[in-house]
């Protein structure tokens, strides 16, 4: 099936001219006002203009974060799996339409979006779901008087960083299991592929409480040096290049928080 480009009679996307960061849930421009031309790999032309965010824009998204975690981390392990399957039903509801948006952004063949990206976000965030509800903690016995007893809390707020490859679904695969254990999340885009998932955001931003889930575009040495070396994270998630990745890695030792690292 031929579709059309975003932005013309009968597409399945359009896309804004210019977009914010998704904060607190709400759109918010960058701190200082600066953006960068997001060109699509379809035809070499610019078709939005992405927020260029720095240190100040990752602060906000931590404010907004910290903000949710409490709130965010007492929500019912029922109450969580819900909102992971209501995301899943509005992904697949907005099939095509994440599926254009994802080769608009990326350049990939909408046939491979179609049929396996945006349905395996569908599915991560199912499957998920159903993990948490099947999440038992443990009990063991060290002696005939002393028991020791294991469960599960949530970190609090978590950072994380996803490649161009596959934004939809690299997002999807670091958000659903943080979310549903009841983790607040800033993510980083890759400068290269940062327009997407800023349609996904207006697609299921209004199903998680504000400051949950909080997307800053931006370039690496900017705003995701920024999130990767904050003290005010409790663990770092990361998929892109090995010399990245090792930076990543020695932030993370050097805040003693725990890391995700996909090279």
């Known amino acids: 099936m031929i579709y059309a480009a975003?932005?013309?009679?009968?597409?399945?996307?359009?896309?804004?001219a210019r977009y914010g960061n998704f904060i607190g849930g709400?759109?918010?421009?960058?701190?200082k006002g600066q953006y960068f031309e997001n060109k699509s790999p379809v035809n070499g032309k610019v078709f939005c203009e992405i927020p260029q965010s720095t240190a100040e824009d990752i602060e906000?998204?931590?404010?907004?974060?910290?903000?949710?975690?409490?709130?965010?981390?007492k929500a019912s392990v029922t109450e969580r799996s819900n909102i992971l399957l209501k995301i899943a039903d509005r992904i697949e509801e907005n099939l095509?339409?994440?599926?254009?948006?994802?080769?608009?952004?990326n350049g990939k063949?909408?046939?491979?979006?179609?049929?396996?990206?945006?349905?395996?976000?569908?599915?991560?965030f199912r499957y998920y779901a159903g993990c948490m509800r099947a999440q038992e903690g443990s009990i063991g016995e060290i002696d005939e008087n002393t028991v020791a007893y294991h469960f599960h809390?949530?970190?609090?707020?978590?950072?994380?960083?996803?490649?161009?490859?596959?934004?939809?679904?690299?997002?999807?695969?670091k958000l659903a299991p943080a979310l549903v254990t009841g983790n607040c999340v800033v993510m980083k885009p890759a400068e290269q592929t940062p327009a997407s998932i800023l349609i996904l955001m207006e697609i299921i931003g209004d199903l998680l409480p504000a400051g949950v889930l909080n997307i800053v575009n931006g370039f690496g040495g900017e705003a995701g040096q920024a999130l990767a070396t904050s003290k005010r994270i409790a663990k770092i998630a990361f998929t892109g290049s090995t010399p990245i990745g090792e930076h990543i890695l020695k932030c993370a030792a050097e805040n003693i928080i725990p890391s995700t690292v996909e090279l």
């Open 109 to 124: 063949a909408v046939r491979e979006t179609l049929a396996a990206d945006v349905p395996l976000c569908v599915d991560h």
């Open 60 to 73: 906000l998204a931590l404010d907004a974060a910290h903000q949710a975690k409490d709130a965010w981390g």
């Open 153 to 173: 809390e949530p970190l609090g707020v978590v950072g994380q960083i996803i490649p161009w490859n596959f934004p939809l679904l690299m997002a999807c695969w």
């Open 6 to 16: 975003p932005n013309q009679t009968d597409s399945k996307v359009d896309f804004k």
């Open 26 to 31: 709400d759109w918010v421009p960058p701190v």
């Open 96 to 105: 095509e339409k994440l599926a254009v948006a994802e080769t608009w952004d």
